[in-house]
């Protein structure tokens, strides 16, 4: 059998399992729920932004800017929503939108499943042990843990494609692996998670220099003596620096590609709550080790649930900075057991024990964060720009998968080189016992953990329109709301309904409007959800919400008191209506009706700001106030009046040419002309 049959066999198989795998998301229109404890960022963020992006398309526009969330958001410039990704171009303009949100799963799975077993192949392993792996990989913990980040696991699949045609180019030098490198590169710069981009990129600079390496191990079968040699071979410093040109020369033609992408995310970038990188302070906003691996988790590796299952209502909520899907590690316990067994045998025979070993254990440590010393690395520039150093799980898990198909092709070797009388007897018989035990343990265990973790909701059910979304958008005017339901809601549904099981919960907290609700249903709120955000906002509303939202109880039954802090950030920011999941005490507010979505245990309550200022009228004072802390001191001052003074960040010298025909508080009719701001 050729390896083209191979290879259309080996897909086939990787196709068969993508569709058992996403059956519940394929056999009807559906969408994943949980995938964390309290809340997904699919549900709040991914499906939100792609549902703007389908609309933006059907109009003939790119999704530039969203009105729906935070005071205005630049969707387009925060970037995971991908727009210019030519794949996601297509099956958002082209496809009803959860048909085009699932294929994307499809996508993600068929090439990292396709690119991983030619890479294997390229690696000398045979039609076994190369599907082996790549099943493996597609079903390795990563990616069932993460499978709520769909940019993310989208980069993430471009990582086996990068490593084939870097190799392929190393071997061959011909331009057409430089021009599916920048494809590779373009792609996953387009799709918009730069933390795997940049993790990427440096793995493929450890392989290029191992695999330099490994060319010039075969060609002089080296010593020391020889190594210093090669070291002023002329020859081989030539093949080196046209390998690095070429990579060189892909990323910086990938990056031209997708400046159109870059340039508006980096500006944006310098505005955002990450502009600042991380540091060794403390598990918390600020630190590179916040969302890290802990040690005492590492049986997850070999049982994903061993520790603890969201699922049933067990996760490590009292840990600091550790969350169950970011240290999902889960290989199985055939591919631990394989990789021991290419230890075993094969250390001294094949160097690429030694590479995916070093960057196994290297990457592994790194996860550990603030747990070892290796910590300082990533303070290092390019690292610290990135917390959640438990992602590096993925190249531990590639590696491990690696290692473990090259030890079930030294397995299935030795076992061929059984007695003759063996062989055609007990030797195939083992042979198949084992094959089938691997392939059953290895896809049916991965498959029910993945539906565990990642129950779905069909569409109908998920998104419909509730009440209180009618209030708001048919009776009450579409005006901006406010909603403390995120804050109040989410940890508290999965404590007081501890598992899946029962999904209710979680529909009733979607339909509650917080996080990124808005933008379905066509509303405004002032906050929202992204990766960046709008630094001064959301610092300005965690600080007014901390000092002006405050939960006690009344009469023994929880409420929270509204402060001046806040009335005073709602008048300024057109904030019409408060929703809360328990009664507010204040004069400046008026209960204007409960709401009970999908019979909630807690009403939704609207209350109308009595003391509500338009979004935009003219006033005669503006007030300089740099930071959110300065801004809350200010709308804390007695003097402060919102009918008069306007808060701005700096000032701003302005020149125009104005004519003014008709002037009113909350409108104003005329001219401007050359009008320059500074």
């Given at each position: 059998?050729n390896?083209k049959?191979h290879l259309i066999?080996?897909s086939?198989i990787?196709?068969t399992?993508?569709?058992i795998l996403l059956?519940?998301?394929?056999?009807?229109?559906?969408?994943?729920?949980?995938?964390?404890?309290?809340?997904?960022?699919?549900?709040g963020?991914?499906?939100?932004?792609?549902?703007?992006?389908?609309?933006?398309?059907?109009s003939?526009?790119?999704?530039f800017?969203?009105?729906n969330i935070?005071?205005?958001?630049?969707?387009?410039?925060e970037g995971?929503?991908?727009?210019l990704?030519?794949?996601?171009?297509l099956?958002?303009?082209?496809?009803?939108?959860?048909?085009?949100?699932?294929?994307s799963?499809?996508?993600?799975?068929l090439?990292?499943?396709?690119?991983?077993y030619?890479?294997l192949?390229?690696?000398?392993?045979?039609?076994?042990?190369?599907l082996?792996?790549?099943?493996?990989?597609?079903?390795?913990g990563?990616?069932?843990g993460?499978?709520?980040?769909?940019?993310?696991l989208?980069?993430?699949?471009?990582?086996?494609?990068l490593l084939?045609?870097?190799?392929?180019?190393i071997e061959t030098?011909?331009?057409k692996?430089?021009?599916?490198?920048?494809?590779?590169l373009?792609?996953?710069?387009?799709?918009?998670?730069p933390?795997?981009?940049?993790?990427?990129?440096?793995?493929?600079?450890?392989f290029i220099?191992?695999?330099?390496?490994?060319?010039?191990f075969h060609?002089?079968?080296?010593t020391?003596?020889?190594?210093?040699?090669?070291l002023?071979?002329?020859?081989d410093?030539?093949?080196?620096?046209?390998?690095?040109?070429?990579?060189?020369?892909?990323?910086?033609?990938?990056?031209?590609?997708s400046?159109?992408?870059l340039l508006?995310?980096l500006?944006?970038?310098?505005?955002?709550s990450?502009?600042?990188?991380?540091s060794?302070?403390?598990?918390?906003?600020?630190?590179?080790?916040?969302?890290y691996?802990?040690?005492?988790?590492?049986?997850?590796?070999?049982?994903?649930?061993?520790y603890?299952?969201?699922?049933?209502?067990?996760a490590?909520?009292?840990?600091p900075g550790v969350f169950?899907?970011?240290?999902?590690?889960?290989?199985?316990?055939p591919?631990?057991?394989?990789?021991?067994?290419a230890?075993?045998f094969?250390w001294?025979k094949?160097?690429?024990i030694?590479?995916f070993?070093?960057t196994?254990?290297?990457?592994?440590?790194?996860?550990l964060?603030?747990?070892?010393?290796?910590?300082?690395?990533?303070t290092?520039?390019?690292?610290?720009?990135f917390?959640?150093?438990?992602?590096f799980?993925?190249?531990?898990?590639?590696?491990?998968?690696i290692?473990?198909?090259l030890?079930?092709?030294?397995?299935?070797a030795?076992?061929?080189?059984m007695?003759?009388?063996l062989?055609?007897?007990?030797?195939?018989i083992?042979?198949?016992?084992?094959?089938?035990g691997?392939?059953?343990?290895?896809?049916?265990?991965?498959l029910?953990v993945?539906?565990?973790l990642?129950?779905?909701?069909?569409?109908?059910?998920?998104?419909?329109?509730?009440?209180?979304?009618k209030l708001?958008?048919?009776?009450?005017?579409n005006?901006?709301?406010?909603?403390t339901?995120?804050?109040?809601?989410?940890?508290?549904?999965?404590?007081?309904?501890?598992g899946?099981?029962?999904?209710?919960?979680?529909?009733?907290?979607?339909?509650?409007?917080?996080?990124?609700?808005?933008?379905?249903?066509g509303?405004?709120?002032?906050?929202?959800?992204a990766?960046?955000?709008?630094?001064?906002?959301?610092?300005?509303?965690?600080?007014s919400?901390?000092?002006?939202?405050?939960?006690e109880?009344?009469?023994e039954?929880?409420?929270?008191i509204?402060g001046?802090?806040?009335?005073?950030?709602?008048?300024i920011s057109?904030?019409?209506?408060?929703?809360?999941?328990?009664?507010?005490?204040?004069?400046?507010l008026?209960?204007?009706?409960?709401?009970?979505?999908?019979?909630?245990?807690?009403?939704?309550?609207?209350?109308?700001i009595?003391n509500?200022?338009?979004?935009?009228?003219i006033?005669p004072?503006?007030?300089?106030?740099?930071t959110?802390t300065?801004?809350?001191?200010?709308?804390?001052?007695q003097?402060f009046?919102?009918l008069?003074n306007?808060?701005?960040?700096?000032y701003?010298?302005?020149?125009?040419?104005?004519?003014?025909?008709?002037?009113?508080?909350?409108?104003?009719?005329?001219e401007?002309?050359y009008?320059?701001l500074?």
């Amino acid at each position: 059998m050729n390896d083209k049959k191979h290879l259309i066999y080996a897909s086939l198989i990787i196709l068969t399992v993508t569709i058992i795998l996403l059956f519940p998301i394929l056999k009807e229109p559906a969408i994943y729920v949980a995938g964390v404890v309290g809340g997904s960022d699919l549900t709040g963020f991914n499906y939100p932004v792609k549902f703007a992006y389908a609309e933006a398309l059907r109009s003939g526009i790119l999704p530039f800017w969203n009105e729906n969330i935070f005071a205005g958001f630049p969707l387009f410039a925060e970037g995971q929503v991908g727009a210019l990704f030519p794949l996601n171009v297509l099956f958002f303009r082209l496809l009803p939108l959860l048909w085009a949100f699932n294929f994307s799963y499809i996508f993600i799975y068929l090439l990292t499943g396709i690119t991983t077993y030619l890479f294997l192949r390229r690696l000398s392993l045979s039609f076994i042990p190369s599907l082996f792996g790549a099943t493996a990989f597609m079903l390795s913990g990563f990616y069932i843990g993460h499978n709520q980040h769909l940019n993310l696991l989208e980069v993430a699949a471009f990582f086996p494609f990068l490593l084939l045609v870097t190799d392929l180019y190393i071997e061959t030098r011909k331009i057409k692996y430089v021009i599916l490198l920048v494809v590779g590169l373009t792609s996953s710069i387009l799709l918009g998670h730069p933390q795997m981009l940049f993790y990427h990129l440096v793995f493929l600079l450890l392989f290029i220099g191992f695999r330099l390496f490994l060319i010039v191990f075969h060609r002089y079968r080296m010593t020391v003596r020889k190594v210093r040699a090669y070291l002023f071979d002329g020859t081989d410093i030539k093949r080196l620096g046209k390998v690095l040109g070429g990579f060189i020369f892909a990323l910086i033609l990938s990056i031209g590609i997708s400046s159109a992408q870059l340039l508006p995310t980096l500006e944006f970038r310098t505005f955002s709550s990450r502009s600042q990188s991380y540091s060794l302070s403390e598990i918390g906003p600020e630190s590179v080790s916040t969302f890290y691996f802990p040690f005492n988790r590492i049986g997850v590796f070999y049982n994903p649930f061993v520790y603890d299952n969201p699922s049933l209502g067990i996760a490590p909520v009292n840990q600091p900075g550790v969350f169950f899907h970011e240290t999902m590690a889960y290989v199985g316990i055939p591919c631990l057991l394989l990789v021991f067994i290419a230890w075993l045998f094969l250390w001294k025979k094949n160097p690429w024990i030694w590479f995916f070993t070093i960057t196994g254990g290297f990457t592994f440590l790194l996860s550990l964060g603030a747990e070892t010393i290796f910590v300082k690395f990533l303070t290092l520039p390019g690292f610290n720009l990135f917390r959640v150093p438990a992602r590096f799980i993925f190249y531990t898990d590639f590696s491990l998968i690696i290692l473990a198909s090259l030890g079930l092709q030294e397995l299935i070797a030795r076992l061929s080189k059984m007695p003759s009388v063996l062989q055609f007897k007990t030797y195939r018989i083992i042979l198949i016992s084992l094959g089938l035990g691997i392939g059953f343990i290895n896809l049916y265990y991965p498959l029910t953990v993945f539906w565990q973790l990642n129950p779905t909701s069909p569409q109908v059910d998920h998104y419909f329109k509730p009440e209180t979304v009618k209030l708001l958008s048919e009776e009450l005017g579409n005006q901006r709301y406010y909603s403390t339901h995120e804050t109040y809601g989410a940890l508290s549904i999965f404590q007081t309904n501890p598992g899946w099981q029962n999904l209710t919960p979680y529909l009733k907290n979607y339909a509650s409007l917080a996080e990124n609700g808005a933008i379905i249903y066509g509303l405004k709120n002032l906050q929202g959800y992204a990766g960046l955000q709008p630094e001064r906002l959301v610092n300005l509303l965690q600080e007014s919400e901390t000092s002006g939202l405050k939960f006690e109880f009344c009469d023994e039954a929880p409420c929270l008191i509204e402060g001046v802090a806040f009335n005073r950030l709602a008048q300024i920011s057109g904030i019409k209506y408060l929703l809360s999941p328990f009664p507010v005490v204040s004069t400046n507010l008026n209960l204007i009706a409960e709401t009970n979505d999908l019979d909630k245990p807690v009403n939704t309550h609207i209350y109308g700001i009595s003391n509500y200022l338009p979004p935009a009228f003219i006033v005669p004072e503006a007030i300089i106030s740099p930071t959110a802390t300065s801004t809350l001191l200010t709308l804390y001052d007695q003097s402060f009046n919102p009918l008069q003074n306007v808060i701005i960040e700096k000032y701003i010298e302005a020149s125009a040419e104005a004519r003014l025909s008709r002037f009113h508080r909350s409108s104003v009719t005329g001219e401007v002309k050359y009008l320059t701001l500074r």
